[in-house]
């Protein structure tokens, strides 16, 4: 995850670049490095480098990271032809790299050469079984063709190997939510939870997955979660304050009265609703009288 500084640095260099301030190079390693996809900009100050023989001969051995660089970014606008030529170039320079048959491997993918693609890439696991990359371009290749099915079964088996990459979990946990699979979502915000607990947005998706799928153990666990984010943010996250009312209403209503937390229910959400007019004072005046409005039908008053 790209940090707010780390994001200023690299607007602030593409700026410079755009305006003809110079830095491409250094522009470049920035994003390599933070691994952001720039592409229609690594593709344009990318080949002003390349098409530079004095520029590109300064590079040295980085010459060929940056035709890797452009061919990729050429892929993913379309311009197949400048990836072809960059890839061929890198065939030459190294005949038996399978870095470069990986790349070989995606230019059939964005030809919309399926079948080939996925030939090449089986042979490549065949070979190495641990090859990140290739598991991971198994999984986008699903996406690309709409097979959302394949896409979770590829990334369940990728898992099954790399336990410990948090991307993979968050973006299984997106897929089971877009197709409402919540306590398939529940599991792999689980698992993000118990291997980064001190990052508020993964308690905040577990507890909204716990509310949709409702039921008095769900919305009792859920708020729980709201209170976490709250607690690890500082009281500062607007969507876990609405969280804790919707949870204390909700349970509220389907224990009638037999939940023996009542009185601490009822402070805790007092509390968050206080906090909110207060944020909405602050940042939304002309929108305060929505929020009272909504709180009161949760039946709150701070």
Request: aromatic content about 8%; overall charge neutral; proline content about 2%.
């Amino acid at each position: 995850m790209v940090s707010k500084t780390e994001e200023t640095q690299l607007n602030r260099l593409e700026n410079q670049v755009d305006n003809g301030g110079g830095g491409a190079w250094e522009y470049l390693c920035l994003v390599r490095k933070l691994k952001v996809r720039r592409s229609e900009k690594v593709l344009k100050h990318g080949l002003s480098i390349l098409n530079d023989i004095k520029k590109r001969s300064s590079l040295g051995p980085d010459e060929w990271t940056l035709y890797e660089q452009v061919a990729i970014a050429a892929m993913d606008c379309q311009c197949l032809d400048v990836a072809k030529d960059c890839i061929r170039l890198l065939r030459k320079s190294f005949p038996e790299s399978k870095r470069v048959g990986r790349l070989e491997a995606m230019l059939l993918e964005a030809k919309g050469a399926w079948a080939e693609a996925e030939k090449a890439y089986s042979s490549f696991l065949e070979e190495n079984s641990l090859d990140q990359v290739i598991h991971k371009r198994r999984v986008a290749m699903a996406k690309a063709q709409g097979n959302i099915s394949g896409a979770i079964e590829w990334l369940n088996k990728y898992l099954e190997i790399f336990m410990a990459d948090h991307d993979a979990w968050r973006e299984l946990a997106e897929i089971y939510v877009s197709l409402q699979m919540y306590k398939q979502a529940a599991f792999c915000y689980e698992e993000l939870i118990l291997s980064q607990p001190t990052v508020p947005l993964h308690h905040l998706a577990y507890a909204d997955v716990l509310y949709t799928l409702g039921g008095l153990e769900n919305l009792q666990t859920a708020k729980k979660y709201y209170a976490s984010v709250i607690d690890l943010t500082g009281g500062k996250n607007i969507r876990a304050l609405f969280g804790i009312n919707l949870c204390t209403s909700a349970i509220g209503q389907l224990a009638k009265g037999r939940n023996k937390e009542d009185k601490e229910s009822s402070e805790l959400q007092s509390l968050a609703a206080t906090a909110l007019e207060k944020d909405y004072k602050q940042r939304a005046p002309d929108k305060l009288s929505l929020l009272t409005t909504a709180l009161k039908s949760l039946k709150v008053s701070s």
